[in-house]
Every structure is written in C-alpha cells, then in structure tokens.
C-alpha cells in the first residue's frame, strides 16, 4: 500500500502511547517480532521489512499522574494538514493538539471526532513511501470503529477523508446492528459499528500475524488478557481482541485455515 504526500484517507502511521515505553516495546515486539529503529533515543519506530510503521512516545509524567490512558493512535494522510483541521473542526471534532510540524518529516495534528474517538492526520514532507500491504504479517491488518453513532461518524469520516462505503453487514444488536466495511482506491481498510453502551468511542487496531494461536499464546504469557476470541470473521480471518499488559486494546489477525 502506498502513502503518497498528495494522498488522502491511508493509514499512515501509528502512535503508541505509553506510562512505560520499555515495558511496550518489550511486549510488542515478542508478539508481533517488529524489529526496532530509533528516529531518536526518545521514540523508537517498529518496522516490517525495513518499512517505519510508527513509533512508541513515553506518556509525560503529568499526564500518567493524571489519569492518560495508555492506547493506540492512528494517523491518516491528508494534503494539508491546516485545511483538514479546520474541515474536522466546522464537521465537529474537537482539536486535541496542533498542527505541528515534525522537522524532516511532516505535519500533523491530533483530535477527537465528533463522538469522542481520538485520531490524527498527517501530510508528509517527502516523497510517495512504500509499506507493506495490510496482508502483511507485522503490518496493521484492520482499523475499527467503535463509536456511540454510526450514521454520523460515517458522515464525518467519508467527508473528511473520501472513505467510500464497501458494504455493509448485519451484527446482532447486542453487538452493533450494523457493521459498516470503508474502502479507499478499493482496498478496504476497516469498519465502523454502534459501540456497547459504557464504552467510550475509540480506535481498535487489528495486527495482523501469521500464526493467530502462536501470537495469543506469546501475548497472555506476557501479561495481556483475552477479551473476546479467537473466532473467524466473514472473509475467513480469524480474530482475537485482549488488553496488554498496559491497558490498552488491540486486537490480532491472521488469515484463517
């Protein structure tokens, strides 16, 4: 999958922030085999084949004392970094942090959308970068939404970033009603439903491994916690969701058979 500078709606990048950068990156890379690469001695980057998928920051000291959840955030690529802001704000996101700019690097800023879930925008500041296909073990396989209105989180994201509607599928309502499948440039890059009631509107990424059982294995050893799973999902993935060692969800994913 390609990234481009003149790109908009890829999942460019992924933040972990963390109260123990040490502890993460000890975690993740024995689930997930990421090898490591130091932008700077603060913010260690993982790779998959030589490619930077994003990068681990030490939460402040202030901000773990006062409560900062430890989670993951992504990042998608916009043109302009100032007129994306300034759409998400009038389609009514709240602005969290920036724009700012990352010397050698890019822009970025972070906010909340509409209903509360976190995310970022990014426009580079170098030519088109190459990454591994979602497909790819060690790359971020799915991108889910779970958020307190659906309807008007589609909107807000399919004006922002040009995500157009692949398909939709029918959950109990127990579980969301509706599952809404977004494409960009026809790959499908994840879905969006009704979140439970209690649950705050958040990201859940998907990592993607070769070996779902091997990788649950590896990561309940290590401290995480089963959440829900493992169990296939239409198209033949199968899935399992936990909460690491940190407190933050993910979720891992490998081809089923």
């Known amino acids: 999958?390609?990234?481009?500078?003149?790109?908009?709606?890829?999942?460019?990048?992924?933040?972990?922030?963390?109260?123990?950068?040490?502890?993460?990156?000890?975690?993740?890379?024995?689930?997930?085999?990421?090898?490591?690469?130091?932008?700077?001695?603060?913010?260690?980057?993982?790779?998959?084949?030589?490619?930077?998928?994003?990068?681990?920051?030490q939460l402040p000291e202030q901000a773990v004392l006062g409560g900062c959840p430890n989670s993951w955030l992504p990042y998608v690529s916009v043109k302009d970094v100032d007129v994306a802001v300034l759409q998400a704000v009038g389609l009514g996101a709240k602005l969290h942090m920036g724009p700012r700019d990352i010397p050698g690097a890019g822009r970025f800023a972070v906010f909340q959308d509409p209903q509360g879930a976190f995310v970022a925008v990014f426009a580079?500041?170098?030519?088109?970068?190459?990454?591994?296909?979602?497909?790819?073990?060690?790359?971020?396989?799915?991108?889910?939404?779970?958020?307190s209105d659906m309807p008007a989180a589609w909107e807000f994201y399919s004006a922002l970033f040009g995500w157009k509607h692949s398909s939709d599928m029918e959950l109990p309502p127990a579980m969301g009603g509706t599952y809404r499948l977004f494409n960009r440039r026809d790959d499908n890059l994840g879905g969006m439903f009704q979140k439970p009631q209690g649950v705050p509107s958040h990201w859940l990424l998907y990592l993607r491994v070769a070996d779902l059982d091997g990788a649950l294995a590896t990561a309940t050893d290590k401290g995480a916690r089963l959440v829900n799973g493992p169990m296939e999902v239409p198209g033949g993935d199968r899935v399992a969701q936990l909460v690491d060692p940190q407190g933050a969800m993910f979720a891992l994913v490998a081809s089923g058979g």
């Open 1 to 57: 999958m390609i990234c481009d500078p003149d790109s908009t709606g890829c999942f460019a990048w992924y933040d972990y922030d963390t109260a123990d950068k040490d502890a993460s990156l000890a975690f993740y890379t024995a689930v997930m085999g990421w090898e490591i690469k130091a932008w700077s001695p603060e913010y260690p980057m993982f790779t998959v084949g030589g490619a930077a998928l994003g990068g681990f920051r």
């Open 124 to 147: 580079s500041a170098g030519p088109a970068v190459e990454r591994p296909h979602m497909d790819t073990p060690g790359q971020v396989g799915w991108h889910e939404l779970a958020t």
